[in-house]
């Protein structure tokens, strides 16, 4: 995985943006996409299906800091149009 990554998210489909991470900043670099929604799993769980689960993200500040004691995957949904999110990590 790149570092920083850039990934696109299709409109209402949960995107894993990043796996097995402990530390990283996400980024909105959409031009035209500010919802989203995020959440996250325990590395190897099963990715999220609902939109429900997961809570909205980036409504006051283009970035989200995310840290964890244990290893996780970072799901992000976009909402109504696609987006891009960056993202920096650490191993």
Known sequence: MDNPSI???QKDVWT???K?????YLYNIS????KY??????TGSERPLKSYEGVS???KDSMKFIISLSAI???IM?????????VDWTV
């Open 7 to 9: 990934v696109i998210c």
């Open 16 to 18: 894993c943006v990043a």
């Open 20 to 24: 097995n991470q402990i530390f990283c």
């Open 31 to 34: 031009k035209n996409n500010n």
């Open 37 to 42: 929604l995020y959440t996250y799993r325990l």
């Open 57 to 59: 993200i980036f409504d």
């Open 73 to 75: 995957d970072i799901y």
């Open 78 to 86: 976009a909402l109504g149009i696609d987006g891009i999110v960056r």
